[in-house]
């Protein structure tokens, strides 16, 4: 006989969960704590973007955007998924709108394309589509997708940090002329062996603590040496900690201006980008922590998977609404998982927590690009642990798996990665007559691909 639970139920099932209000207090700091550099890294990617007229978004707009995003989209996952996790703008889809969408178009059209990107998942969750699409990529293809943008987004935060430059003779060379040179290049380096030292050793918020001490030691090093070129932010002590924060980029959306200023093809291509960047890092985080948090039933299944799909969507919607790119379920989140978080509760300490951040944007100015972007070296060198779930002896997946990953750096276009990887994968399978192993869906996906790369073909000759 099957022995019933009379324990009593909560809103957020406390008991059943097998956690208490403690817990999930304690996780959702660590949460936070452990996520809280996005507030940092978010507005710094994007600021350092210029869109098609030119203009650029300042770094009090971007750190409320990010903070106000994460704190409503995180408590809404609290209330209603009932999940441990956190939502903040997604390092995978930052980039994108930065380097893809805004040079062909105005910020606000860029962040039209990201609700677009959001209404698209929501509908994919709803109607049942999003299986379909997971069936019809190959897995190693969606690793790939993973580890290239991992590549990417360290080679932003290497050329962000100047230890990476541009050579005469070759194509990029270490630092400027081939050698290091600058306190800013010392400041980078420092914060990068600390943020690496405190992550091996798996402190709680090395990520962030690793930013404020290469943040500190920045304003120490411009205060002693002054006329330092640091780039887009020049670290000094603020004259104020809080500040009311910037609304200004709220409700600043054009969604549909996109495909006229940078024409349907090219448009649909960073929509298409958009919406596999945002809807595969979610379902692989979601059910990554999900199971570690007990969420899963003995099939595998996520408790709630439709309403944390849902409400993963709505993050983008959200994110873009606000300013802040698009936002998704963080893999962050395992940090709280690891201090005990199972529910909604810890999510509703998270997302206050975000709320809070918002007062705090004039110390987000403070923050220079050498403080920061070792955190994108260090994301970038753990999202290439997909890799050896690739399969390299098989050489129809292995050789579009490599040129998904290899082109996302080499030619700093996610889309140019995403669209190579999954055209030779079609042509290899058709070459060797394997026609009943192609989707019929790939065939559609790789016939835009292939118009995108020939666009200039392609207007050619219709002109």
């Known amino acids: 006989m099957t022995r019933l639970d009379t324990r009593p139920r909560t809103f957020f099932d406390l008991p059943g969960r097998e956690t208490t209000v403690g817990r999930e207090v304690r996780g959702g700091l660590t949460t936070f704590f452990a996520v809280a550099y996005i507030v940092l890294l978010i507005p710094i990617i994007l600021s350092g973007a210029k869109d098609v007229t030119g203009a650029t978004l300042t770094i009090p707009q971007l750190t409320t955007a990010v903070a106000l995003s994460a704190a409503l989209t995180t408590i809404l996952m609290g209330l209603v998924g009932n999940a441990p996790f956190a939502l903040a703008s997604g390092l995978g889809v930052a ?105 091996a050793l798996r402190v709680p918020g090395a990520i962030l603590i690793s930013i404020v001490f290469a943040t500190v030691l920045a304003i120490v090093v411009n205060a002693v040496v002054p006329g330092l070129k640091w780039g887009v932010v020049t670290p000094s002590m603020p004259s104020t900690i809080i500040a009311v924060p910037d609304f200004s980029l709220l409700g600043q959306v054009d969604l549909f201006g996109g495909f006229g200023s940078a024409g349907i093809l090219t448009a649909t291509v960073v929509l298409f980008t958009l919406v596999l960047s945002g809807f595969f890092d979610a379902m692989g985080t979601i059910i990554g922590v999900g199971e570690e948090a007990g969420l899963a039933d003995a099939n595998g299944q996520i408790k709630g998977m439709s309403k944390i799909l849902t409400i993963d969507g709505l993050g983008a919607i959200v994110g873009g609404a606000t300013g802040a ?32 951040a918002m007062f705090l944007t004039p110390l987000a100015a403070v923050v220079p690009s050498q403080a920061a972007a070792p955190a994108l070296v260090l994301v970038g060198a753990l999202m290439m642990t997909a890799a050896r779930k690739i399969d390299w002896n098989d050489l129809d997946l292995a050789i579009p798996a490599f040129l998904t990953i290899t082109l996302m750096p080499f030619t700093y276009s996610i889309t140019n990665g995403v669209g190579a990887g999954i055209l030779t994968y079609t042509v290899i399978k058709a070459a060797r007559g394997r026609w009943r192993e192609i989707h019929w869906l790939l065939w559609v996906i790789s016939t835009v691909f292939l118009a995108y790369f020939g666009i200039d073909f392609i207007e050619r000759l219709l002109a």
Not at 159 to 164: H, K, R, S
Not at 325 to 351: C, D, F, M, Q, Y
């Open 95 to 199: 980039p994108v709108v930065a380097f893809q969408a805004a040079p062909h178009m105005k910020w606000d059209q860029a962040m039209g394309l990201v609700v677009l990107e959001g209404v698209v998942i929501v509908v994919f969750a709803l109607t049942g589509i999003r299986q379909l699409v997971i069936d019809a990529i190959p897995t190693p293809l969606k690793h790939a997708i993973g580890v290239g943008i991992g590549m990417f987004i360290a080679l932003i935060g290497l050329v962000d940090a100047g230890f990476v430059g541009r050579g005469e003779g070759t194509p990029v060379v270490l630092g400027t002329g081939g050698h290091l040179t600058g306190w800013p290049i010392v400041v980078f380096c420092a914060g990068l062996l600390a943020m690496i030292a405190l992550y």
């Open 325 to 356: 790119s698009a936002n998704t379920v963080v893999v962050e989140s395992a940090a709280g998982v690891g201090e005990g978080a199972r529910t909604g509760l810890a999510s509703l300490v998270t997302g206050a927590l975000f709320a809070g």
